[in-house]
């Protein structure tokens, strides 16, 4: 028994360490069939040789589901590392540590881009209607708290008469909501010179991030089936 255990401790110290470190985005998008690691994931390892045949290793088995995408478990993809560099290279531990996301959501096909006068027709009908439902909620809101009326009385106090046409109280209140809805959302600075994000920008990753989660969560609830 003593001399298996040594045996078994010159064996361990033999085998030479490698570690492996995965970098993965919970959502990517793909072009090409098959996969290998390095499409899905950022890899870099202690033996560059090692890392570079774990990056070109295909992902076998993977295939787009009905709505075009599909969920991988990165544990699957540590699995399948572990047990291909032990084949591949003799004498090697492989160790994988996992720094991104636990499962992976791969949309299939890529970006495709619309013609010009597509996106042109899109940005118009979603100007008119933020246009239209902001014009709206804003009159809404005057005739809620009567700005009429508040301006009437300003006039009355400092003036001592109500004008009948609009004053300057009414053009400084116009100008006042336009110049704070530009600066509240920055459209003219661009998102690279911009110091942080707008505030679309975080409700759009908000909601990307939502519906990344709920995706996960629904092929985990099929695949307990």
């Not at 361990?12 to 490698?18: H, W």
């Not at 560059?48 to 478990?73: C, H, N, Y």
Request: charged share 20%; hydrophobic share 45%; net charge negative.
């Amino acid at each position: 028994m003593k001399a298996e255990s040594t045996t078994g401790d010159e064996t361990a110290k033999t085998q030479k360490q490698v570690v492996i470190y995965l970098l993965a985005d919970d959502h990517i998008e793909v072009e090409v069939q098959p996969l290998t690691m390095g499409d899905l994931c950022e890899i870099v390892g202690t033996d560059r040789k090692v890392a570079d045949f774990v990056k070109q290793m295909p992902v076998a088995g993977l295939q787009p589901q009905e709505t075009g995408r599909s969920v991988i478990s990165v544990l699957m993809l540590v699995e399948a590392i572990t047990v291909q560099v032990r084949k591949q290279f003799a004498g090697i531990q492989c160790q994988c540590v996992l720094l991104g996301a636990e499962q992976l959501i791969v949309e299939w096909g890529g970006k495709k881009t619309a013609p010009w006068w597509v996106t042109i027709l899109k940005t118009v009908c979603v100007s008119l209607i933020i246009l239209t439902g902001s014009a709206f909620t804003i009159m809404t809101y005057d005739q809620d708290v009567d700005v009429a009326g508040v301006f009437g009385r300003i006039y009355q106090l400092f003036v001592g008469h109500v004008p009948t046409q609009p004053g300057i109280l009414e053009a400084a209140y116009a100008f006042g909501v336009a110049a704070g809805i530009l600066l509240f959302f920055n459209p003219f600075v661009s998102a690279v010179k911009r110091k942080a994000p707008s505030p679309v920008e975080i409700e759009m990753e908000k909601y990307e991030s939502d519906i990344r989660d709920t995706i996960v969560k629904i092929d985990n609830r099929l695949n307990k089936r």
